[in-house]
């Protein structure tokens, strides 16, 4: 079995700086794309930054500027550093991973994280 546990989300005043992470956990061979999604209210889920195995990162083009994707292949970690926030940016913010083991690779879910950020 495989975990993701995302941490760091909280309450920020505009303008602001949240740090979030992502931990995967279990029986892990190798991660290959990690990234980070947001569902706002009333909103669908949408893409905020993807970073490969080799480090190669894409962004929407909402955050481009704001927010930086790394991770810790280590660790297997991956982390969204958020800078400038705006009420707009206001979600529930998971983490995805593709995660390969013994019996293949699948796409693996956090439980999400929520980042509040008021005006």
């Known amino acids: 079995q495989v975990q993701l546990v995302e941490s760091g989300g909280g309450l920020v005043q505009a303008g602001g700086s949240l740090r979030l992470s992502c931990a995967a956990s279990g029986s892990i061979f190798s991660i290959e794309q990690m990234g980070w999604y947001r569902q706002g209210p009333g909103k669908e889920r949408e893409l905020v930054a993807t970073?490969?195995?080799?480090?190669?990162?894409d962004y929407a083009d909402s955050v481009k500027g704001r927010f930086t994707v790394s991770r810790d292949n280590a660790k297997n970690t991956v982390y969204l550093q958020m800078n400038s926030l705006k009420p707009e940016d206001t979600a529930v913010y998971y983490c995805n991973a593709e995660v390969c083991s013994a019996y293949g690779c699948a796409l693996h879910w956090g439980q999400g994280t929520q980042v509040t950020v008021s005006s």
């Open positions: 970073i490969t195995s080799g480090g190669s990162t």
